[in-house]
C-alpha cells in the first residue's frame, strides 16, 4: 500500500492534510498565461513527535528490532513504552529523509535544521498527496483588420453584384421580349425618321 493511501485512512493523519491553490500568471508578447494549482498535501514536522510516531505506526516493520519496538508500544512498563515511541519517531524520520532523496518531486517547501552545514538534514516538509493543474491562455493579437479596408472591401462586392444583376436583368429582358409585335424593316425605320 502507498504512502499516500496509508495518510488518508489513518485518523490522526488525515485531520491534518491541507489544500492549496497557487496561482500564476506569465505575460508574453501575444498572450498571457493563468495557471492554478490546487494541491491537497500534509505537512511534516520531523520535530513533532505525535506526528512523526502516528507516521511511524504506520510503516510496516520489517525486522527483528522493528517488531521489538513495536511490541514495547504497548507495554504496560513506562521506560519500555517511551523508548518504544522514540524509537518508532526516528524511523518515521529516517523513513521520510530517504523518500525525500529517492522523490523530490513529490516534496515541496522543504525547510532544513543547519542550512550552513555539510550535511542538511530535513526539518519540515510539505509532502503533495494530489495535484491539479489548469492552465488559461488569453490572446493578446488583434486579428481585427481595418475598418476603412472593410467598408470599402464591402463597397466593391456591392457594386459587383449590382452590375451582375443589372446583366441578368438585361439578358432576361432580352428573352422575354415580346415578338408578336411587328417589326419594322429597314425602310420603313428610315421612313418613319424622314
Known amino acids: 500500500m502507498l504512502l499516500d493511501e496509508k495518510i488518508f485512512k489513518s485518523e490522526e493523519l488525515s485531520k491534518k492534510i491541507e489544500f492549496v491553490t497557487l496561482q500564476s500568471s506569465e505575460r508574453r508578447d501575444e498572450e498571457i498565461r493563468y495557471k492554478n494549482v490546487n494541491r491537497k498535501l500534509i505537512i511534516f514536522d520531523l520535530s513533532d513527535v505525535q506526528m512523526m510516531l502516528a507516521l511511524g505506526k504506520m510503516l510496516a516493520p520489517y525486522g527483528l528490532s522493528e517488531?521489538?519496538?513495536?511490541r514495547m508500544l504497548n507495554s504496560n512498563v513506562a521506560a519500555f513504552r517511551i523508548w518504544a515511541e522514540k524509537k518508532i519517531a526516528k524511523r518515521a524520520e529516517n523513513f521520510l529523509r530517504i523518500l525525500y532523496l529517492k522523490h523530490p518531486e513529490k516534496f515541496a517547501k522543504v525547510e532544513y535544521e543547519h542550512s550552513k552545514k555539510k550535511r542538511m538534514k530535513l526539518a519540515k516538509a510539505n509532502y503533495i498527496l494530489s495535484e491539479m493543474t489548469s492552465?488559461?491562455?488569453?490572446?493578446?493579437?488583434d486579428?481585427?483588420?481595418?475598418?476603412?479596408?472593410?467598408?470599402n472591401d464591402?463597397?466593391?462586392?456591392?457594386t459587383g453584384e449590382q452590375q451582375r444583376l443589372m446583366l441578368q436583368e438585361n439578358v432576361i429582358k432580352d428573352l422575354t421580349h415580346d415578338d408578336r409585335e411587328p417589326e419594322q424593316t429597314l425602310l420603313e425605320m428610315k421612313s418613319d425618321e424622314a
Open 67 to 70: 517488531n521489538f519496538e513495536n
Open 135 to 141: 492552465q488559461k491562455s488569453i490572446s493578446l493579437k
Open 143 to 151: 486579428d481585427r483588420d481595418d475598418h476603412l479596408n472593410q467598408l
Open 154 to 158: 464591402f463597397k466593391d462586392r456591392f
